[in-house]
């Protein structure tokens, strides 16, 4: 069963950085495209970006511009470069396969933007 560790949240103010990281176990993560998705209080969990295995990457139009997902294959992690941050990115950050797999998900990472 792949286990998915999520680290690196934190309160930071508005304008700021935060990059986030995705341990995940097993042999056979550099098969699957990952994503990061997020859930605000009071929302449903909603996507952030996905990233290919060869690095292709997508958003969405909340963060585009903004954020920015990578992965290291040889290190079974996928992190995700925040940028320019606003309030309303305060959720709990989580990754997963893309599509998403119900029975793998983390913990998560809170992020809160907060002056």
């Known amino acids: 069963q792949v286990q998915l560790v999520e680290s690196g949240g934190g309160l930071v103010q508005p304008g700021g950085s935060l990059r986030l990281s995705c341990v995940a176990s097993?042999?056979?993560?550099?098969?699957?495209?990952m994503g990061w998705y997020r859930q605000a209080p009071g929302k449903q969990r909603e996507f952030v970006a996905v990233i290919t295995r060869g690095g292709s990457a997508n958003y969405a139009d909340s963060v585009k511009g903004r954020f920015t997902i990578s992965r290291d294959n040889a290190k079974n992690t996928v992190y995700l470069q925040m940028n320019s941050l606003k309030p309303e990115d305060t959720a709990v950050y989580y990754c997963?396969?893309?599509?998403?797999?119900?029975?793998?998900w983390g913990q998560g990472t809170q992020v809160t933007v907060s002056s």
């Open positions: 097993g042999s056979t993560f550099w098969i699957y495209v």
């Open positions: 997963n396969r893309a599509p998403a797999t119900d029975d793998i």
